[in-house]
Nanobody
């Protein structure tokens, strides 16, 4: 069992930056690939970024590549999402997710409760 708690969301102006954190507890953090998803009002949840267990491999959705950076600190059991050059269309609830082993299309095993990010124009 893994518990995930996101933090760092808030209100920011377009062009600004935020860093989200995802603190994990429970089983061995380094055994899990970590990812971020988001869900805007009236839309389906969508993939944002993911990172391998060691942190050496990262994956990004096209609409955030070059603006967002995912990272992790296995000693602190925390994953991060650094978001820069934010746009109003980035407004959403952002969810942290964990998948045992390698990141795959099968979907995460655990989810956090989400943190709201609002980008004003």
């Amino acid at each position: 069992q893994v518990q995930l708690v996101e933090s760092g969301g808030g209100l920011v102006q377009a062009g600004g930056s935020l860093r989200l954190s995802c603190a994990a507890s429970g089983q061995t953090f380094s055994a899990y690939a970590m990812g971020w998803f988001r869900q805007a009002p009236g839309k389906e949840r969508e993939f944002v970024a993911a990172i391998s267990r060691s942190g050496t491999t990262t994956y990004y959705a096209d609409y955030v590549r070059g603006r967002f950076t995912i990272s992790r600190d296995n000693a602190k059991k925390t994953a991060y999402l650094q978001m820069s050059s934010l746009k109003p269309e980035d407004t959403a609830v952002y969810y942290c997710a964990a998948e045992l082993g390698r990141w795959s299309a099968q979907g995460p095993d655990y989810w956090g409760q989400g943190t709201q990010v609002t980008v004003s124009s």
